[in-house]
């Protein structure tokens, strides 16, 4: 959508206001200055291109993060799998966070955590992923979620911001053991 400019926008006023002067033949319409209906007739039009464009640039930004969550899954899936091909199983998950479960190495990888050597993906001296991704806007554990029902199956959950998301299938989610999250990612 083109936006208009102020400057056409105060021709249109002050076309209405010649016509207006042409209808009705008065001495005020000399006058330099608008009136206050003018006035609040090009206020109400900013005001609303302002609300579209605002609305326009959430609804943007909300995709943009959706857009790295899912980007986010993808490569924790990929560690994951590397993980797998190494020790022949999955990592075990504790409350929502990586556990390691190769011998003698049974440390928990966290989500958010300030500390980066604690978000490193790292089981018995493999690095698998130098740091696990942190929700774009949930900075605590409300981020992503990490559940492993058993050695040879995982599913990673989210949740997206946009509820129009093609990706969303509610009622079909896997994830539904998490109920703020509204999309899952499993092992192939």
């Given at each position: 959508?083109?936006?208009?400019?102020?400057?056409?926008?105060?021709?249109?006023?002050?076309?209405?206001?010649n016509?207006?002067?042409?209808?009705?033949?008065?001495?005020?319409?000399?006058?330099?200055?608008?009136?206050?209906?003018?006035?609040?007739?090009?206020?109400?039009?900013?005001?609303?291109?302002?609300?579209?464009?605002?609305?326009?640039?959430?609804?943007?930004?909300?995709?943009?993060?959706?857009?790295?969550?899912?980007?986010?899954?993808?490569?924790?899936?990929?560690?994951?799998?590397?993980?797998?091909?190494?020790?022949?199983?999955?990592?075990?998950?504790?409350?929502?966070?990586?556990?390691?479960?190769?011998?003698?190495?049974?440390?928990i990888?966290?989500?958010?955590?300030?500390?980066p050597?604690?978000?490193?993906?790292?089981?018995?001296?493999?690095?698998?992923?130098?740091?696990?991704?942190?929700?774009?806007?949930?900075q605590?554990?409300?981020?992503?979620?990490?559940?492993?029902?058993?050695?040879?199956?995982?599913?990673?959950?989210?949740?997206?911001?946009?509820?129009?998301?093609?990706?969303?299938?509610?009622?079909?989610?896997?994830?539904?053991?998490?109920?703020?999250?509204?999309?899952?990612?499993?092992?192939?």
């Open positions: 959508m083109p936006f208009l400019k102020v400057s056409s926008i105060w021709y249109l006023v002050s076309g209405i206001r016509t207006k002067c042409k209808i009705l033949n008065t001495k005020y319409c000399k006058a330099k200055g608008f009136t206050l209906i003018e006035l609040l007739v090009v206020i109400t039009i900013i005001a609303i291109l302002i609300a579209v464009v605002s609305t326009s640039f959430i609804n943007a930004q909300m995709k943009s993060r959706d857009g790295r969550r899912k980007n986010d899954l993808k490569s924790v899936q990929s560690a994951l799998d590397l993980y797998f091909e190494t020790n022949g199983k999955y990592p075990d998950s504790s409350s929502g966070r990586i556990r390691c479960n190769v011998t003698g190495d049974l440390h990888i966290e989500w958010q955590d300030p500390d050597s604690k978000t490193a993906f790292i089981c018995n001296s493999i690095t698998y992923m130098q740091q696990l991704p942190k929700d774009p806007a949930y605590d554990f409300s981020g992503y979620y990490y559940n492993n029902p058993s050695d040879f199956s995982y599913v990673l959950s989210a949740a997206l911001e946009n509820s129009n998301d093609p990706d969303i299938q509610p009622g079909v989610l896997i994830c539904t053991f998490q109920p703020d999250r509204n999309y899952c990612v499993i092992n192939p």
